[in-house]
């Protein structure tokens, strides 16, 4: 038998207690009663509706347009738990930032499911999660140097299906420009936002998947037994163990740090860019080495499609490069760096801005 979800695992310190033992109950009710797992993950409805009248569909949406005015804290924790949990709900998508949108756009919202995504010029977007299940997609377009934000029924756009790496719903979907260009103008700080929210909480995601590998990973070498001993008591799976657990905390620290600045300065504080970068970095690497050694320590049975592990490490995979890849965060962080010089370059490190010359 796995363990039980941790709620000091997938969730910041600085979240609300009380609403990290709430979800911790949540999401464990539902690892121990969901479906046997399959090649495919869809919607669950039912969970979905539950989340919904609890408040946690909008948790940090303000409460003055139909949200639960949490934190980011807050909405992390909610985030890195129902990832632990191998949750399919579209919460980033629908509370995070369709919601977040429209509040900037200063259009209704009736709480009926959404999805979101950036539509290129010819008004076509690729890899919509959930696209075929929400109501309307709300959209951020760059319409020439002007950004807008459109709440398209889901009727009034074209959508082929497809899957992600996970077996998620993962659509592309085909607007009619006149729709986007009809959307209401935003600011073009809402559409850098934007990129750093997704970033960022698709950061948070991958924490909780990240941690709860561990937890997996560490029961196993202990219950696991060969040559009459627990696999975890040879040298070579302790390696591997302390390899995940050192970068799930790695990930962690970076995590839990661009949401700490996110939440003290509402998303306005310019070192952002830098904080979330390397968050988005050291999870994204963090993946790789987790993953890995993760299924090296479980061997075949981690590969079955009963096992709860792939349940959790094919998310991981897919959600690392989604707001930006490794290699593209790595590069922005280089560049940063290098702009920084050696004089600013510790600056940039503490603040997340170079600061003056000297």
Known sequence: MSARLD?????????????????????EDYRTERPAPREVVDLDPDLWQQLDQ?????????????????????????????????APAPLLEHGFLAAWLLDEAGLPNDGALRT?????????????????????????????????????????????QGRNLAGEPCDTVEFDLDDLSAGALVTSEV?????????LARSAQVCGGLERIVQVVVAHVREREQFGRPIGRFQAVQRLVADIA?????????TDTAVARAAASDWADPGLLFAVGVAKSCTGHAASVVVRNAHQALG???????????VLTKPVLARRSEFGSIHEWDETLTRLATSAGHERLWSLITTGRAGPHH
């Open 300 to 310: 075949a049975i981690g590969t079955t499609l009963e096992h709860e592990l792939h």
């Open 7 to 27: 709620p000091r695992l997938a969730a910041s310190t600085a979240a609300d207690a009380d609403l990290v033992a709430m979800l911790t109950e949540l999401f």
């Open 116 to 160: 979101v995504c950036r539509p290129d010029p010819a008004g076509t977007a690729l890899n919509v999660t959930y696209g075929r299940d929400a109501s309307g997609v709300v959209t951020l377009f760059e319409d020439g140097e002007q950004w807008r934000v459109a709440d398209v029924p889901a009727g009034r756009a074209t959508i082929r």
């Open 191 to 199: 559409g850098e936002q934007f990129h750093l929210r997704g970033a």
């Open 54 to 86: 609890l408040g946690l569909t909008r948790l940090t949406a303000p409460e003055s347009s139909g949200g639960s005015g949490a934190s980011w804290f807050d909405g992390a924790a909610l985030l890195g738990l129902a990832a632990a949990a191998g």
């Open 246 to 254: 050192a970068e799930a905390s790695l990930a962690r620290a970076a």
